[in-house]
């Protein structure tokens, strides 16, 4: 019975890596390289690993400073095991790859790669002790990861507090993690366009917040970056001349804040508010990850409604009852309860 209930946790641990693989999965974290005496630590390393079936994956991992830098590698048909409680353990195992530098081929010979992915807390831990080459001495890379999550779909962008704007497609990367015993998120915000604002075509610049903490009041990961010393890159396209191209701080005297709301493992709404440089207006943008489109808009009286609460929210990403007059999106469409 205990070998059914252990291949049944094995099943599903699978099953649920495999949803969450839209290609490699991404983590990323801090990592240690060592070589004879020396240490290297790097604060943030992305590595990547792809399932191949049930008992073995491709782990690629970045390029590591040591005596000299080496290239990136992925180590292929990395073996491991699906445990209880949604562990994925790699036990000590041998491998060997190669790389191709400046055109010559050198070979990397692993005496041993072990670790654990775990999906409790979305981390990957991977120790990895190997030759680079012709280099005489072995080297040892550790690295402890968190899950990358991709999500997309559109968002609402309010300038001003006037002009609203759409973008029917962007993809916004979370990253949870243990910091001691603070669960902490990283956000991406990516890069998109606006078309046809009162400024003309505007592209909005990527950049990362980081340490997002729960906010009960909030009801969500909450951070103010306002004094983070974040820069984006905003550039206006008006009549077919560029009126602005540059990189841009965020004003520290503004509201400059982003919040992120889950439901279970999911993400509800992602909202932004913000204000660049001493530009005069604000600017509120507002993903919603329950929603799929949020185009068109209907208006329907408010008992045609046959929803609850939870399946129900406003332009800002929050839940909303049947009483709330105004825009509503339900199941992926704005409606308007008069």
Known sequence: MKRIFTLLFAVLTATTIMAQMHGPMKFVGASKMSVSTMNIDNPSDTILFAMNGMESGNITLPAMKGMQTIP??????????????????FADQTFSTKVKVDGDEKNITGSSLSGTYNMADNSLSLT?????????????????????K????????????????????????????????TDKLDVTVPSYTLANTIMGNLTLGSYTVKGLVYDEAQGGYYRDYKNDGLKFHFTAVQGGKTTMDKDYDFATDKDNNILVK?????????????????????????????????????????????????QQYNLAGQRVDNNYKGIVIVNGKKYLRK
């Open 72 to 89: 990136s590698f992925t180590i292929s048909g990395a073996k491991f095991t699906l445990g209880e409680n949604h562990v994925v353990t």
């Open 128 to 148: 990895v002790v190997f030759q680079y080459g012709k280099m005489p001495m072995s080297m040892t890379y550790s690295v402890k990861g968190y899950y990358v």
């Open 150 to 181: 991709a999500v997309s779909n559109p968002i609402t962008v309010t300038v001003g507090g006037q002009f609203t704007y759409n973008n029917d497609n962007v993809t916004y990367e979370l990253r949870r993690y243990k910091d001691g015993e």
């Open 262 to 310: 889950y439901e279970g493992n999911d993400v509800s709404s992602i909202v932004n508010t913000f204000q660049v440089g001493t530009m005069p207006f604000g600017i509120v943008s507002v993903f919603s990850g329950a929603t799929t489109s949020i185009n068109n808009i209907t208006t329907t009286p408010s008992h045609d409604f046959n929803t609850t609460p939870s």
